[in-house]
C-alpha cells in the first residue's frame, strides 16, 4: 500500500544552525504534498506545500524540495529557532481524491541554545 | 476566533462507555475530517465529510460512527470503548476536495479508555 516515511525519528540541532528534515514516499502518482510542524498538545500546523510540478518552494525560512525521481521530499529550516521544536510531518495526498492526506511517522526536532 | 475547535480536549473514560467528540469550524470549509493519532504520533485518516456526505470511511471498527448535522459540524461518536481506542483525536477541515487544499487541524481530543 502506499506510505510516507521518514528517515529520522529525532533531529537535535544547535540554535542558528539550518536544519534538513527528509521524507520519502511511495506513491510516485501523488501530485501534491505537505509539511505540518506539530508542537506538545497541539494539532498539526500548516508550514509550506508543494505540488509534483514543481521543484522547490520557499516560504519564510523554510524551503521544500522535492525529487520525483527517488520519491523523496525534503524541508529546509533556516536559521532554526528554538520555536522551532516540534515533531515535522510530511503528508502526500492519496491519488483516490477527495483530499485524503497519507501522513509520514514524523521526525522529531530538538533545537538547543 | 478558532477557526477549528473541538471538545473536550480531555476524555478519559472507562471501557464499555459510549461517548462522543464534537467539533466545529468558522473557516466556512465544505470538507471536514477525523483523524487519530496513536501513541508514536501516527496520524490517519478515519472519515471525511464533504457538505455533510461521507466520502472517506477507512477500515474502522463501526464502533465509530461520525455525523455531520452541518457543513461547520462534524461530530464522533464512540460505543463500547475499548482499551485501544485510546488516542488522540483530531478533527479537521479544509475547502473542497481538490486543488491544493490543506486541511486545518484542531486542538486534538486525548481519550484515555481505562
Known amino acids: 500500500g502506499e506510505s510516507v516515511g521518514l528517515h529520522l525519528p529525532t533531529l537535535s540541532v544547535q540554535e542558528g544552525d539550518n536544519s534538513i528534515i527528509n521524507c520519502a514516499y511511495s506513491n510516485s502518482a501523488s501530485d501534491y504534498f505537505i509539511w505540518y510542524k506539530q508542537e506538545s498538545g497541539k494539532g498539526p500546523q500548516f508550514i509550506i506545500d508543494i505540488r509534483s510540478n514543481m521543484d522547490k518552494r520557499q516560504g519564510q525560512r523554510v524551503t521544500v524540495l522535492l525529487n520525483k525521481t527517488v520519491k523523496h521530499l525534503s524541508l529546509q529550516i533556516a536559521a532554526t529557532q528554538p520555536g522551532d521544536s516540534a515533531v515535522y510531518f510530511c503528508?502526500?495526498?492519496?491519488?483516490?481524491?477527495?483530499?485524503?492526506?497519507?501522513f509520514g511517522a514524523g521526525t522529531r526536532l530538538a533545537v538547543h541554545p | 476566533d478558532t477557526a477549528v475547535s473541538q471538545t473536550p480536549k480531555y476524555l478519559v473514560t472507562q471501557m464499555g462507555n459510549d461517548k462522543s467528540i464534537k467539533c466545529e469550524q468558522n473557516?466556512?470549509?465544505?470538507?471536514m475530517y477525523w483523524y487519530k493519532q496513536d501513541s508514536k504520533k501516527f496520524l490517519k485518516i478515519m472519515f471525511s465529510y464533504n457538505n455533510k456526505e461521507l466520502i472517506i470511511n477507512e477500515t474502522v471498527p463501526n464502533r465509530f460512527s461520525p455525523k455531520s448535522p452541518d457543513k461547520a459540524h462534524l461530530n464522533l461518536h464512540i460505543n463500547s470503548l475499548e482499551l485501544g481506542d485510546s488516542a488522540v483525536y483530531f478533527c479537521?477541515?479544509?475547502?473542497?476536495?481538490?486543488?491544493?487544499?490543506?486541511?486545518?487541524f484542531g486542538q486534538g481530543t486525548r481519550l484515555t479508555v481505562v
Open positions: 473557516l466556512g470549509h465544505d470538507t
Open positions: 503528508a502526500e495526498r492519496d491519488t483516490g481524491g477527495y483530499n485524503k492526506l497519507i
Open positions: 479537521a477541515s479544509s475547502q473542497g476536495t481538490g486543488g491544493n487544499t490543506e486541511a486545518f
